[in-house]
């Protein structure tokens, strides 16, 4: 009786271990709910524009993941600490980020889907204005998420101009929802999402959209990923995602 427990101890303990290893084998991909980049369907599936091209690449390329519903804030925070193999879904590529993280080749070009001003009616500037002009009207301020990029050619624009930012931790919705409270003047989001935003939050019929003069085409989004991500394994992604 003693020989058959400790060969079934044995064998727990194995087992135990053997899924341990396949669960530390599991690549972690993060993401926050945010249609139309990322929303699950009528039938509770999770899709988007984001999430299709990463689910097609990571099942051709037969790598083990699990997605995680995750803060955008918290995403980031994951990826700098290192502590395990994580990637960010559907992250704008900057100098600042390039420090801590890997990235694989782009998972989506938002280049039909430039970036808009979304803003209360109160704020209606001149059509004429350009983007530089209408972040540097007097007194304006944009609600911006801590620690969000917008790309390389927003992200620039809004430093050089000098506009008043109020940062918060808030999600994509409740900005909006915000700005309909005249918290803050605008937010910069993709044109379908504003729709979308405006159709769905409490009060949308106060937001409206602008569009300032030679806005820059959406920038590219990768998987942000950190160190313990190996090379390898975002090889084996990038050319499953190139087929």
């Keep these: 009786m003693m020989k058959h427990s400790l060969r079934f101890l044995a064998c727990f303990t194995f087992f135990c271990a053997a899924t341990e290893a396949v669960a530390a084998d599991t690549l972690k991909l993060l993401y926050e ?3 139309p980049m990322a ?7 999770l899709t988007g524009l984001a999430i299709t091209p990463v689910t097609q690449a990571m099942n051709s390329a037969s790598i083990s993941y699990a ?15 290192n502590d395990e193999a994580v990637c960010a879904v559907g992250m704008f590529k900057n100098k600042e980020r390039q ?12 280049t039909n ?16 204005l350009d983007l530089m002009h209408a972040l540097s009207l007097p007194g304006i301020k944009m609600l911006k ?16 101009s000098h506009v008043t930012v109020v ?26 999402e504003a729709l979308n935003m405006i159709k769905s939050i409490p009060n949308g019929d106060q937001l409206h959209i602008f569009k300032p003069l030679g ?13 313990l991500v190996s090379d390898e394994l975002i090889q084996k992604f990038n050319k499953a995602l190139s087929k």
């Design 39 to 45: 929303y699950r369907d009528s039938r509770g599936k």
């Design 67 to 81: 997605w995680v519903e995750t803060p955008f804030k918290r995403q980031l925070n994951l990826v700098e600490a």
């Design 113 to 128: 889907r430039p970036s808009i001003m979304l803003t209360h009616k109160d704020f209606q500037p001149d059509k004429n």
């Design 33 to 35: 709910i945010r249609e």
């Design 215 to 227: 806005m820059p085409q959406g920038p590219e989004r990768f998987l942000m990923c950190s160190q």
């Design 167 to 192: 940062t918060t931790t808030a999600e994509s919705k409740n900005m909006a929802m915000m700005i309909a409270a005249k918290r803050a003047d605008f937010i910069f989001v993709p044109e379908e």
């Design 99 to 110: 420090k801590f993280a890997k990235f694989t080749f782009a998972i989506l070009r938002d």
């Design 145 to 160: 998420k801590d620690n969000a990029s917008y790309g390389s050619v927003l992200d620039d624009a809004i430093e050089r």
